[in-house]
């Protein structure tokens, strides 16, 4: 007995290059690490621009997630262009978050000089 959706992953794969399954495999090993990365950071750290840092890089890895389902043929080119650019708009979004509350902090904080 077959696994249901199984015939469409691998009508998917014999309709994509194989070239694009593994850029889009190591583009999605690269957003896990760098989400990992900010994962620790924030957990270090515990400040509010770090936290919008790490939902700016887990973009990436939502990113990387609708890259396979369009490479498999589960997800239309169309819908992955309209998903992919609302999450580059959340991203830019996320980071510019980050900054306005990095520098309010500092400016509530100061750090002296000597």
Do not use: C, K, W
Not at 28 to 36: D, E, P, R, Y
Not at 39 to 46: G, M, N, Q, V
Request: aromatic content about 8%.
């Amino acid at each position: 007995m077959a696994v249901p959706g199984l015939e469409t992953i691998l009508d998917g794969l014999s309709t994509a290059p194989p070239e694009y399954a593994a850029i889009v495999a190591l583009e999605t090993v690269a957003s896990i690490a760098i989400l990992a990365v900010s994962l620790a950071l924030f957990a270090r750290r515990r400040q509010t621009s770090y936290l919008f840092v790490t939902a700016a890089f887990s973009t990436l890895v939502i990113r990387s997630a609708l890259g396979l389902l369009t490479v498999f043929g589960l997800l239309a080119i169309d819908s992955h262009h309209v998903l992919e650019h609302g999450l580059d708009v959340l991203l830019i979004g996320l980071l510019f978050l980050a900054v306005i509350v990095a520098q309010r902090s500092e400016y509530a904080n100061p750090r002296s000089n000597s």
